[in-house]
Structure formats: structure tokens, C-alpha cells
């Protein structure tokens, strides 16, 4: 598996939301960092099946400048936290409850991944499942540290 060079505008759309807890996110706040941007909801099988392989790449990336933001759409938090009781995770999980950031951002199947590098700047592209944590995708993710 391979991520795509990103063609469009790299410089993403505001991202500016809140997570499940309440609290205020906003992207430009991970400058510095490298970025994996991931669009999802729970009735994605494919959303569903990648989730394993997210908790293991930040697992994997323990202690580095990266970051997975999950961005959720249109569901409640009790869904979601309903979801993560058989599935848990350990990256933040945004609510987009409007679907204002799946238009801004075009997206347009789930999952869709963005990775972002170190100054905010879209790299990487990809749509669908993938493993997160196979050595070619990290080795990708580490070109950008």
C-alpha cells in the first residue's frame, strides 16, 4: 500500500472543531507536527476496519511530532462513545455534526486520509481502508519528521 502525493491545494481548509469531550480543536494548534487527518463515521465498514491499524501507527509513533485527528461525521457523541466501548482508541476524535468540514475539505467517500506535514501543508492523499502501521505508510509518515 502506497499514499498518494496530494494534488489539489495543499493548504487545507480550517479545521475547527469540537472533540468528544467538548473542548475547542482547531488544526493550525498541531503546527509543527506531522498530521494524519482521517474522515470516518461508524456505519463505514471500511472506516471501521482501519481503526485497529490507526491506534497501532500512533502506538508505533509514540513520542514523535505526529498526530491522528479523526474526524467523525454527523454522528452524536453518544454513538460515537457507544462505538469506542467494543473499540477504543487512542488519538482525538472531532465531531463535524454539520458535514461543514467533509464540503470544505471535499470530501467525498469515507474513509479519506490527509496527511499533513510539519508546516500544516497537505502531502498525502488517500481514500479507503488502509494498514496504517505497514512499514511502506511509516516510512512515508517519517519522510515528513
Not at 94 to 119: E, I, M
Request: neutral net charge; proline residues 8%.
Amino acid at each position: 500500500p502506497r499514499l498518494h502525493p496530494y494534488q489539489g491545494n495543499k493548504q487545507p481548509a480550517p479545521l475547527i472543531l469540537e472533540d468528544l469531550n467538548g473542548n475547542r480543536f482547531d488544526l493550525k494548534d498541531l503546527q509543527g507536527q506531522v498530521v494524519l487527518v482521517n474522515f470516518w463515521a461508524t456505519w463505514c465498514p471500511p472506516c471501521v476496519e482501519e481503526i485497529p491499524s490507526l491506534s497501532r501507527l500512533v502506538e508505533r509513533m509514540g513520542g514523535k511530532r505526529f498526530k491522528v485527528v479523526a474526524v467523525n461525521i454527523g454522528e452524536s457523541p453518544q454513538q460515537i462513545q457507544q462505538f469506542l466501548q467494543s473499540r477504543p482508541v487512542n488519538f482525538d476524535i472531532l465531531l463535524d455534526r454539520h458535514g461543514r468540514s467533509v464540503r470544505d475539505w471535499k470530501v467525498y467517500a469515507y474513509p479519506s486520509n490527509y496527511l499533513l506535514d510539519r508546516q500544516g501543508q497537505i502531502q498525502f492523499s488517500y481514500r479507503g481502508a488502509l494498514e496504517w502501521d505497514a512499514p511502506t505508510i511509516i516510512q512515508t509518515i517519517e519522510q515528513l519528521l
